[in-house]
Structure formats: C-alpha cells, structure tokens
C-alpha cells in the first residue's frame, strides 16, 4: 500500500476513498469476501494520515457513500416498490440516507481523528473510533446496527472470537488488522517485520479459539421442529380478497406436520389482528394440544386501554403445548412508527405503509414456553442487536426469530439479515430458528452453521430436530462491555498522547499556491 502521493491527493483521494467504501460490503453477505473488510480499513486509514481536518472530513464522507451506497442500497427497494414512492424519489430518498449516515458516523468522527492528530498513534486510536462507531449504531438515533465489520468473519477463522468478545470484537480484531497491514506497507522496513509478527499472532490467537466448546446440545432437550415459509407477495399481504389464502397455506402446512413438537410460523403470519382471528386460533390450539404440539406465530395485536384509547403491537405468540405472547421491543422507522408523525404522515406514500402505527413492547416482558422448554423470541429487526439478544438469552433454552423480508426484495438486505441472525446463534451459543415469509428460514445450530433452509422466495415446510444447550459462553456472561472498555482506553491513551506532542505543521494540497513553479 505504498501509494504515491499524487494518487492520494485531491480528487484522486477521494475518489480512492469512494472505491475503498464500496468494497467494504463485498466482505459481508453475500459475496463474504472477508479479506477485503481488513484492506478497506487500511486504505481509509492510509488516505486519512496527515490530511488537514476538512479534508479528512471529506475522505471519510466518501468512503461512507461507497460503504453505505452499496452496503444498504437494498432500502430503495423498500421505498420505492412497496412503499409507492416514484423511483425518482426513491433514489434521491436512498442517496440522503446514505449521505446522513456517512456524515453522522464516519466525517465526524474521523475530521476529529485528524483534528486532534490522533493518527499519531493508530494502534490505540483508529481501531477504537471505528468500533465505537459501531457501537453507537446500535443506539443512536433509535438504532441502525447494519454492516458491522466482524459480520463478514462468521465463517472465517476469527469465528471463534465471536463467543468470546461478541461481534464488536470481531470488528476491533478487523480494524487492528488494517493497521498492521498499514504499518507493513509502509517504506520503513523496521516497522514491516513486527507489524507481521504482529498480524500472524492476532489471527492465530483468534483461531485457537476454535476448538473451545462454551455450550453443548442437550440430548434431553431434543425437539422436533417444521419452519413454515408462505412465501407471501407483499402486495398481497394485506389485501383483504388474499386473506382467506394465506390462511389456507399456513393451516394446511400446520396440518400435514402435526407431527413435529415445535410449528413456528413466520411474522405477522395472520393477515389481521389477533382479535379478529381468534376463532382460528382457538380451533389450532385445540388440534394442537391434543398432537402435543406448540405453534409459535406471529401477528399484529389490538390492545384497548382503560382511558378509551388504544395500542397496536408486533406480536409473537404461543399456542397448544406452550404458553406466552411476547410484543416486539425495537421497532423500524417509518416501516412500524413513524418519526416526526403529526408532520410526516400523509406527506407520500412511504409514511402511510400498512401496520406503521406500532408501539414498543416493554423490557420485562415473561419468557415464552414450549414443550417444556423456554425461549426468546425476536420479531425482524431486533435480531440485528446483540446486546438486546444477549440480555433475553439468559437462561433460555433456544431462541427464536421471526421476520418478513419481503420488504427487501430480492436485494442484498435479506441476506445481509440472515447472516447476523447466525452471528446471535454463535455469540450466545444457543440453536436459533428462524422462521420468514420469503426467506431465509432456516435451523441454525449454536455454532451459528446452517443445518438447513429453505431458499428465498420459495414455498415449503422445514423439517429438522434442535436442541437446548447447556453452558453458556462469555459474551452472554459479559457482553460487549470488556471491548468498549479497551476501546475507550486505548482512545484516551492516545489523546494524551497526541495531545502532549508539539501540533503538526499544517501540510498544504500540493501545488496550492499558483505562483509555485510546477516541475
């Protein structure tokens, strides 16, 4: 990565930096060309150094558009063919995301990693803002924890990691690495022997890890189990002459499987609400019962309140050899609430969708039971965030997801989906089922390995057996708190550090002054 200066000046760097965010993706799902998450960390962190703020500003605004831009352009889908917004529209909708989250978490925090000159030290610095950025998607303005770097490592040697220090520690292992490489590419050949001393001893240590057996399938917690995949258009989801169809796909698929102890049906499985469907659900719950088997479904849910008003959920619920109802936690903008509403709403198409009036279920909400075995449900998007899934895998048995990713089309977003899903399975060492109306549905074990599934945009039943697990692995015990905390460190230690140095002579763009002679 010894790149001239001229490449990386200008236009020419930030064009550079564009292309290094476009292939950051390339290394998640579906592509899972891992390699390459380390090598875009290396060139961003490469065009930053001895950049004037402003322009590092601009380098890490780039970078995110080609990060973003081919990262989670699959939300044009979303907007343009199922929320009826014109395609015009759509596209300037899908461009102001992408430039609103490259500003808010990569020009900001990186204008400050050059205007405190932390780059001096980058070991300690650039790993620790790029993790924290991560982080900070999982709250920040409600959340949008998407294209975490150590996703792209589940089926790497690092995987091993994953039980231990969680996802961010994959990242934090992902952007070490960039720096090492960084360091190796450099002309001075005293820093490259240690810098690749360095790499081999981190990734070795990383798949050492992989023999270590945190959990363990209990035999005694064997449970047969039929994943339902309708395989419903969106278009049709709702609409009232569809109704008695997709009744029809899920009842006569239930039937055929009776069979299996655990049926799960995927989100909002019911084309109206709970109320309303309740002599269905009676009549299955007594043919449940009576095969001793639990139906796990879910569905929309009207709740009257006691001052007249009234409550709308994204609910999962039990039925036959199970008990429970668990209401959705983490909702999506726009897509089940909508921001800003009293203004937004009517304004396009978009802030109108079906079912976008959902309010949040609590925290403490009692775990879910079937056939003698307890577990945590997630509707869709929570699955996205790890420490919500290690806070209610505690003490459960397995864990279940549901979604309809219908909404994404055939785009990169419902895979990119998947793969977190199997992250959860891996970081807390517990079976996952995961139950969708388009794909992907599938039975993933606590190795977070598909051990089946159905392929998107197909109708059919999965068959397979899961099981409970026993143990439980680090980052269910600890959480993500030991690498925020280092993360934190080594950003302090590094301000200091900066801080106590004299300030770098400004470095002006090469040829700034006309009245230079150029050679």
Not at 20 to 44: H, Q, T
Not at 177 to 203: E, H, T, Y
Not at 312 to 336: D, H, R, T
Request: net charge positive.
């Amino acid at each position: 990565m010894t790149i001239k200066t001229s490449i990386t000046a200008g236009g020419k760097g930030h064009l550079l930096a564009l292309v290094a965010g476009a292939i950051f993706p390339l290394g998640l799902a579906p592509l899972g060309f891992w390699p390459l998450i380390p090598v875009s960390l290396a060139l961003l962190l490469l065009l930053l150094e001895r950049q004037t703020p402003k322009r590092a500003f601009w380098r890490a605004f780039f970078y995110g558009m080609g990060f973003n831009g081919v990262g989670v352009s699959w939300v044009y889908v979303s907007i343009h063919y199922h929320g009826g917004t014109p395609a015009w529209l759509s596209a300037l909708g899908t461009l102001g995301f992408c430039a609103f989250l490259s500003l808010l978490t990569l020009s900001l925090p990186f204008w400050a990693y050059r205007r405190w000159q932390l780059d001096r030290y980058p070991m300690l610095t650039f790993p620790a803002i790029w993790v924290l950025v991560e982080w900070s998607k999982s709250w920040l303005l409600s959340g949008f924890p998407w294209l975490w770097a150590g996703y792209g490592f589940i089926d790497s040697p690092l995987s091993g990691l994953a039980p231990v220090a969680g996802t961010l520690g994959l990242s934090l292992v992902a952007a070490v690495s960039a720096v090492l490489i960084r360091l190796f590419c450099q002309k001075d050949n005293l820093q490259r022997m240690p810098a690749l001393i360095g790499l081999v001893v981190l990734w070795v240590g990383c798949w050492s890890l992989q023999g270590l057996e945190w959990t363990l399938p209990d035999l005694a917690q064997t449970r047969k189990v039929a994943l339902i995949q309708g395989n419903i258009p969106q278009e049709q989801k709702w609409d009232p002459k569809y109704r008695q169809k997709i009744f029809d796909v899920y009842i006569s698929n239930t039937e055929k499987n009776q069979d299996a102890d655990f049926i799960l049906w995927p989100e909002a499985a019911y084309p109206v609400y709970y109320h309303q469907a309740l002599k269905t659900i009676t009549q299955l719950d007594i043919q449940a019962s009576a095969h001793a088997t639990a139906i796990v479904s879910g569905v929309p849910r009207w709740e009257p309140l006691e001052n007249g008003g009234d409550r709308y959920y994204n609910s999962v619920f039990v039925i036959g050899a199970g008990e429970g109802m668990y209401n959705k936690q983490k909702l999506v903008p726009f897509g089940e609430y909508v921001p800003l509403e009293d203004t937004l709403r009517g304004l396009l198409p978009f802030f109108n969708l079906p079912m976008s009036s959902f309010s949040k279920g609590a925290p403490d909400q009692a775990p879910l039971l079937a056939n003698g075995l307890t577990f945590a449900a997630f509707i869709c998007y929570e699955v996205v965030y790890p420490e919500l899934v290690r806070q209610q895998a505690k003490g459960k048995d397995f864990l279940v997801t549901i979604s309809n990713d219908a909404w994404f089309g055939h785009s990169w977003g419902p895979i990119q989906h998947f793969q977190m899903a199997r992250m959860r399975a891996l970081e807390t060492g517990k079976y996952l089922l995961r139950g969708t109306n388009t794909g992907i549905t599938a039975i993933i074990d606590h190795k977070g390995r598909v051990q089946g599934q159905i392929p998107a945009f197909q109708p059919g039943v999965l068959k397979g057996v899961m099981y409970g697990t026993q143990g439980m692995t680090p980052f269910v015990q600890l959480g993500q708190w030991p690498v925020l905390a280092l993360c934190f460190l080594g950003l302090v230690i590094g301000l200091v550090l900066s801080l106590r140095e004299e300030p770098e002579p400004e470095v002006r763009p090469l040829y700034h002054n006309s009245s230079v002679p150029r050679k």
